[in-house]
């Protein structure tokens, strides 16, 4: 079936740590997101990518880092100069038609937590 | 400030009942408006999306509405059940995604 899926579902980090949470879809979609969510808030945007090895920072970039080597794959880490990272994290593949984004389709989301 | 308002920012009925969740905007020029449900603990799935011609669309016991010219959305849930309880997400589209906070709507028995 194709889909997008993230993992680790729960993930639990020690201070000074870094992170990786994966992101892969087989949905042939060129454009892939990462978002954050907390309590009462919107989905605020951390990085995205439009194209393979090419990626941009969103509005909330500081303290992560990307990198898309295959179409499929769009893997978030979360660095030790994030300093409050504990949050519900998703990824998104976003099918596009004639330059504009159509739909989103998300992972089940990974739920970081610092220890 | 953010493009994407949704009100109330929470909401409790009880099983059965209608309930009608509300979306404003400022984003322009404007693409397309979609309403995501997102279970607790889960990535938010798509429930409509409409584009800047259509005023109304629906799918099974929801129905979304489009005012382009007030620049207003509306998500009405007819005959709750208990498996509605989520948040609702409303995204507009003028090329990137602007996300709402969500409304968290709770069905009581």
């Known amino acids: 079936d194709g889909g997008i899926t993230q993992s680790p579902k729960y993930l639990f980090r020690k201070e000074g740590q870094n992170v990786t949470l994966s992101c892969e879809q087989n949905?042939?979609?060129?454009?892939m997101y990462w978002y954050r969510q907390d309590p009462g808030q919107g989905l605020r945007l951390i990085y995205y990518?439009?194209?393979?090895?090419?990626?941009q920072k969103g509005d909330i970039a500081e303290g992560y880092s990307v990198s898309r080597e295959k179409k499929e794959s769009f893997p978030l880490t979360v660095t030790s100069a994030q300093k409050n990272p504990t949050a519900f994290y998703l990824c998104?593949?976003?099918?596009?038609?004639?330059?504009?984004?159509?739909?989103?389709?998300f992972g089940q989301g990974t739920r970081l937590t610092v220890v | 400030k953010n493009q994407v308002e949704q009100s109330p920012q929470s909401l409790i009925i009880l099983e059965g009942k209608n309930c009608t969740l509300q979306?404003?905007?400022?984003?322009?020029?404007?693409?397309?408006l979609r309403w995501y449900k997102q279970d607790t603990g889960r990535g938010p799935v798509s429930l409509t999306i409409?584009?800047?011609?259509?005023n109304t669309k629906s799918n099974g016991r929801y129905t979304a509405t489009l005012d382009a010219d007030t620049k207003q959305s509306s998500l009405h849930i007819t005959a709750s059940q208990l498996s509605d309880s989520a948040s609702y997400i409303c995204?507009?589209?003028?090329?990137?995604?602007?996300f709402g906070a969500g409304t968290r709507l709770t069905v009581k028995p």
């Open positions: 409409m584009t800047f011609s259509e």
């Open positions: 979306c404003n905007y400022t984003v322009s020029p404007f693409s397309n």
């Open positions: 995204v507009v589209s003028d090329g990137d995604m602007r």
């Open positions: 998104a593949s976003i099918r596009t038609s004639g330059g504009m984004n159509t739909e989103a389709f």
């Open positions: 990518s439009q194209i393979v090895n090419d990626f």
């Open positions: 949905l042939n979609h060129d454009a």
